[in-house]
């Protein structure tokens, strides 16, 4: 009897942890969702912001022009061009590249193209997508946002060289294929070929890629050659 009381504690017991540990997988999960959903708003209302504002400064053209004007007549030019510099600066904030013919991956790539531009950072893209996607827009941006994001941070702890990141996103058939590239100080850790951060509140956003690959069946890779981090996704 007490033999068999072990038993059926040990497989209570069993039963407990393995529902404990889908729990906090799943809260863990849940509070990732939070994070990317919280950061995809802010990238949409950045872009929002850019467009509203776009729009404002093309309403205001033509009082603009009319100043212009009134400054060449007067004969000063030095007014002018000052003048005509202000508002290049102005547009800088509105500017949505045409990177591909989807809108959410050219409006991702643009935050991000500016946010390296901010930090003397090179970004390279080459980028041959059709208007839809052959998964979820929001799937994809993220996977995107988190993959520019952690290159972005990479580059800044980058100590020598130039510091550039090379993207590619391709479709071939019914699958996207996504190629990113910088370059690295040192290799990171891997765990079951994921890098993997020994910095508290780190590695969110690795996490975010594969969970969000998997969840979209597809596949993934990291990898580093000759102090170059790569990661290559298809989905």
Same mark, same amino acid.
């Given at each position: 009897? &007490?033999?068999?009381?072990? !038993?059926? /504690?040990?497989?209570?017991?069993?039963?407990?942890? +393995?529902?404990? $540990?889908?729990?906090?997988e799943i809260r863990q999960y849940s509070d990732l969702m939070e994070i990317q959903l919280l950061s995809i708003q802010k990238e949409i209302d950045q872009v929002r912001n850019s +467009?509203?504002?776009? %729009? =404002?400064? +093309?309403?205001?053209? +033509?009082?603009?022009?009319?100043?212009?004007? %009134?400054?060449?007549q007067n004969d000063t030019i030095d007014s002018a061009c000052t003048y005509i510099r202000e508002i290049s600066n102005a /547009?800088?904030?509105?500017i949505i590249t045409t990177y591909s013919r989807n809108e959410m991956i050219n409006s991702v790539i643009s935050i991000y193209e500016m946010r390296f531009s901010d930090k003397d950072f090179t970004l390279h893209c080459n980028i041959l997508t059709d208007e839809?996607?052959? #998964?979820?827009? =929001?799937? !994809? #941006?993220? !996977?995107?946002?988190?993959?520019?994001?952690?290159?972005?941070?990479?580059? $800044?702890?980058? %100590? %020598? &060289?130039?510091?550039w990141t090379r993207l590619s996103i391709t479709r071939k058939d019914h699958q996207l294929l996504?190629? !990113? $590239?910088?370059?690295?100080?040192?290799?990171?850790?891997? =765990?079951? &070929?994921?890098?993997v951060s020994q910095q508290k509140n780190h590695g969110i956003g690795t996490r975010s890629i594969v969970y969000y690959v998997e969840q979209l069946h597809g596949q993934y890779h990291f990898s580093v050659s000759n102090h170059i981090f790569i990661l290559r996704i298809i989905v």
């Open positions: 009897m &007490g033999f068999a009381f072990c !038993i059926a /504690y040990l497989v209570f017991l069993l039963i407990y942890f +393995r529902e404990f $540990e889908q729990k906090q +467009r509203q504002k776009l %729009t =404002i400064m +093309r309403h205001d053209m +033509r009082h603009q022009l009319d100043i212009l004007l %009134t400054l060449l /547009y800088d904030d509105t839809k996607l052959p #998964c979820p827009d =929001i799937a !994809i #941006c993220t !996977i995107l946002s988190n993959a520019l994001e952690n290159a972005m941070h990479s580059l $800044e702890k980058l %100590t %020598t &060289g130039e510091k996504l190629e !990113i $590239e910088n370059p690295v100080d040192k290799t990171p850790k891997f =765990i079951d &070929g994921i890098p």
